[in-house]
T-cell receptor
Framework: GAGVSQSPSNKVTEKGKDVELRCDPI?????LYWYRQSLGQGLEFLIY????????KSGLPSDRFSAERTGGSVSTLTIQRTQQEDSAVYLC???????????FGPGTRLTVL | AQTVTQSQPEMSVQEAETVTLSCTYD???????LFWYKQPPSRQMILVIR??????QNATENRFSVNFQKAAKSFSLKISDSQLGDAAMYFC?????????????FGKGTKLTVNP
């Protein structure tokens, strides 16, 4: 595709439910990132994939958060037992190679009631 | 750890005029990149401009230019001939290279309003 795509665009869930957020990076981009944008914390890094492996998971806020990437392409961010503080916009970005620009998707707005 | 500070939570400018958004950063690294991203209400983060730390020349993209002061660790964005479509949140971001995850570290953002 022409750009990074994310689905769903918006997700409303109840506290305690699990959610899955999807990211389709730009074709050929080997690196993929997840960031979270919240009112209190601003934009913060969650996890980085190079191919299918995640050498940097340092931004995941708790063990309720996990992510995987398959086929060096699509990535899924899973949040288990959602809490109200998980409400945020989750942004995905990808880049082609080292030192290249990260291109962002439109994000998924997660609301936990 | 690197930090990025945007001291202006909000700015406004009249259409066709010039505005400068401020950004300072803190790092002990010598090899890094700096970026300005624009985020309109659609949420899509759009790259505005990119600066390599090893380049002394300030980056320019059409109406957008930066003033990169490496010693002062300052990276301001100048928008000339402001247009209504420039209204958005603007984020300054730092990227450490080489090696590692090359994750972006963002400032808190500046909300730019363009008045007709």
């Amino acid at each position: 595709g022409a750009g990074v795509s994310q689905s769903p665009s918006n997700k409303v869930t109840e506290k305690g439910k699990d959610v899955e957020l999807r990211c389709d990076p730009i074709s050929g981009h080997t690196a993929l990132y997840w960031y979270r944008q919240s009112l209190g914390q601003g934009l913060e890094f969650l996890i980085y994939f190079q191919g299918n492996s995640a050498p940097d998971k340092s931004g995941l806020p708790s063990d309720r958060f996990s992510a995987e990437r398959t086929g060096g392409s699509v990535s899924t961010l899973t949040i288990q037992r959602t809490q109200q503080e998980d409400s945020a916009v989750y942004l995905c970005a990808s880049r082609r190679g080292p030192r290249s620009t990260q291109y962002f998707g439109p994000g998924t707005r997660l609301t936990v009631l | 750890a690197q930090t990025v500070t945007q001291s202006q939570p909000e700015m406004s400018v009249q259409e066709a005029e010039t505005v400068t958004l401020s950004c300072t950063y803190d790092t002990s690294e010598s090899d890094y990149y700096l970026f300005w991203y624009k985020q309109p209400p659609s949420r899509q983060m759009i790259l505005v401009i990119r600066q390599e730390a090893y380049k002394q020349q300030n980056a320019t993209e059409n109406r957008f230019s930066v003033n990169f002061q490496k010693a002062a660790k300052s990276f301001s964005l100048k928008i000339s001939d402001s247009q209504l479509g420039d209204a958005a949140m603007y984020f300054c971001a730092f990227l450490r290279v080489p090696g590692g995850s090359e994750k972006l570290v963002f400032g808190k953002g500046t909300k730019l309003t363009v008045n007709p």
